[in-house]
């Protein structure tokens, strides 16, 4: 259930075992600091990844604690299901059934999840099942008396190269510490994939200096607002933030051909 002394449960929803700590460290880094429960969910395990495969029978059971280590780092708890990475949308039904139970057990008032438009196709899965689940649980689950206890579902980028059509409503400011604890988060990864983590770090590190530049800072993060409804009364995700939070003018209508005439 919701935590109490007004901190809440924060939920982030990234496909794949190292996904979060890899695409955007610095939001869960901020809601950890400032007491509130961070978890991280991973449904897609990954095993049947190559570079996972090759690093023997216990490479498996290597990766997990690796990627718990790292969530560690962040402040936050890690749940990494065991769906495979190119069979998602087999499982589709059993990721959408065990999704909605986690989500009313959790009861988290703000979730993090894909950006549906990704060259990749388990963040697109993932994305999509997470906001069906995020609209429909109680629909799905026995005990359907739970009520749902999301107010805010917000988007996040992957890769520079992989999401696409993303113009974020706000970014939220980074530190240089908190770039250091996004670094010494993937480092834990050395172990089981130590030619892709200085990928991963580059690709922290890029985009944080790509929005940050655009926002007039050295670093941050960019996100996009996506539901369930329009908070009339405020964001509960800038009450906790601040003035980290910054609000950019990537309107999507000004991008589209019919406006450019």
Not at 104 to 114: C, D, M, Q, Y
Not at 128 to 133: D, G, M, R, V
Not at 159 to 181: A, C, L, M
Not at 216 to 245: C, D, R
Request: with cysteine.
């Amino acid at each position: 259930m919701l935590s109490t002394d007004n901190k809440e449960n924060i939920l982030f929803i990234g496909a794949h075992h190292e996904e979060i700590e890899v695409e955007c460290p610095l939001m869960p880094i901020k809601l950890a600091k400032r007491g509130h429960r961070v978890v991280i969910l991973n449904p897609v395990g990954g095993w049947n990844w190559t570079h996972i495969r090759d690093l023997g029978p216990n490479g498996k059971e290597r990766t997990i604690k690796e990627a718990e280590a790292a969530a560690g780092k962040l402040g936050c708890e890690k749940i990494i299901w065991d769906y495979p990475v190119a069979k998602v949308w087999e499982y589709r039904t059993e990721i959408a059934q065990r999704l909605s139970e986690f989500i009313l057990e959790l009861a988290p008032s703000i979730v993090f999840i894909h950006w549906p438009y990704d060259t990749h196709a388990d963040h697109r899965e993932i994305a999509k099942i997470s906001l069906h689940i995020l609209r429909t649980a109680n629909n799905l689950v026995e005990n359907f008396s739970r009520k749902m206890a999301v107010k805010e579902i917000y988007a996040f980028q992957t890769g520079i190269n992989q999401t696409y059509d993303f113009w974020p409503d706000f970014v939220v400011s980074g530190s240089r510490d908190e770039i250091e604890i996004a670094d010494r988060a993937l480092q834990c990864f050395n172990g089981t994939s130590s030619q892709m983590m200085p990928m991963w770090l580059n690709n922290v590190k890029v985009k944080a200096n790509y929005w940050g530049h655009l926002a007039g800072m050295e670093f941050a993060e960019a996100y996009k607002f996506i539901g369930p409804s329009l908070p009339l009364n405020g964001f509960k995700l800038a009450v906790m933030l601040g003035n980290e939070i910054i609000p950019t003018a990537y309107e999507r209508w000004q991008m589209e051909n019919a406006y450019l005439i």
